[in-house]
């Protein structure tokens, strides 16, 4: 018996019934699988902002297959608009608001399946760890990506590019007037940013992990397919229920370990290390277990695809490349094939049946013949990090991989990038941002315009930047994040101070403050660890109970 089914029957649930049918629903319409529709929809965020029209295709293909489709309204905040503010605090955490507001949702409407409707950063694992803790029947459909603009200091523009042009400005490389007209220009049509950020790799990771209609990562938002993909999905929610096909079924360590494959090889956002964290979690998987997973992952995965911020070419060509059944076509014979994929077949018969376009081997190479031999993700750990950080290797050039240099230490994103637009920030120094962790920003901010400062004031070829905070997938420039553990739980990272020497060696790696451990011991003794912010609300619920970067910095009840 459907779960629906359960809490529909007469006469002991003629309430609910009735519930339903003051809305409009017909006796006929409750006979059928009750799929819900989470949509992520609002008028805040470009990456959603065509979900509502989606989903009624996603409607259209529910009725044709024989379900009945209920749509409701979920939270998606816009990582763009909270950039270098107060309000990035808050999108991290909007992670877990997401997964347990599907959730109770869904479990209290004894829901028989769920369509997940989101594009963005935070928005996309939410979905998915909602998706893996209910264990029913599931499908993520993403808005799609959004066109470049017009091309800017070598590349088609994107909204990252304005943070860019804004150092240019600083400089006296653009005027105003050039910089108000990309302003302009820059994102011309909705959907997830169109550049291989967060959003849409967590998006192309979802694909890799089966949670997704092959293809439909990548097809861009304003296309006419995306709205095909939209009725095909409402479709094969219902084949699901039918066929009791689960997300339990589909997320499983062999596809975790797709994604993780998925993400190096394509040289995605650092972020989709936290979050493919997060998402194993709801399945069993540690943190330490993920970390582990990573390194040895990362050593014998090549990078294939280069695109933005790694190459000129933006999502749509990523898209016309052959996107993510190319990849893992490419890929075939490092991934686990047999695993189950939301079409109701397995990752290899999805490859065989998929119609490809002619591959563009500009953008995605071959395992034979890769752009490196190692993947775009990196982990390193010494003993400025002892549980480990994070770095991106597809995006930092090569003679900057191993980097030496004087810290100049801010306890803060505001501070760090003052000193970079006043020209305090000079060739040779490592910026250290700290306290801004899970625990003690709170809600582990991006340090997206810090990074993108120094490659307006072009320093960023001779200077590198580590934080206990997060980066945007856009940054490039030598770096390294998630830095565990964060500072405000008393990590390696609160006793650096400035002029210390601080090695970021990626081919070993290894990450190393050039202090021996007696100075480190007095520092301790005299330092005071900065406390979080005493806060109310829901942050304040977030700070208390965060755990470290190296376990997905999810909410952990045990802490105190």
Sequence with gaps: MRRSEAILQRPDFNFNRAVYKSMGFSDTDLEKPIIGIANTWSELCPGSYNLRKLAESVKYGIYAAGGTPVEFGVTGVCDGTAQGNEGMKFVLPSRELIANDVEVMVQAHRLDGIVLMGSCDKIVPGLLMAAARLKLPAILLPGGPMLGGPVFDGRKADLT???????????????????????????????????????????????SLGMTLPGGALIPAVYAERTRLAYQTGEKIVELVNRNITAGDVLTAASIENGIRVLNATGGSTNGVLHLTAIAKEIGISGAEMTDKFKTVGKDTPLIVKVNPAARYDMEDFYLAGGIPQVMKELKPLLNMDVMTVTGKTAAENIESYPYIPVDRTIIKTIDEPFSEFGGIAILEGNLAPEGCITKPSAIAPDMRCFTGKARVFDGEEAAEEAILSGKIVPGNVVVIRYEGPKGGPGMREMFKAMKYLYGVGLSAATALITDGRFSGTNNGCFAGHISPEAAEGGPIAYVEDDDEITIDIPHGKITLHVDENTMDLRREKSLIRKPPALDGYLGLYSRFASSASKGAVLDWSRK
């Design 161 to 207: 590019s304005l943070s860019e042009g804004n150092g240019m400005l600083k400089a006296g490389k653009i005027t105003e007037e050039e910089l108000v007209r990309l302003e302009d220009t820059c994102g011309p049509t909705y959907g997830s940013c169109s550049f291989y950020g967060t959003a849409n790799t967590m998006c192309c990771l979802s694909e």
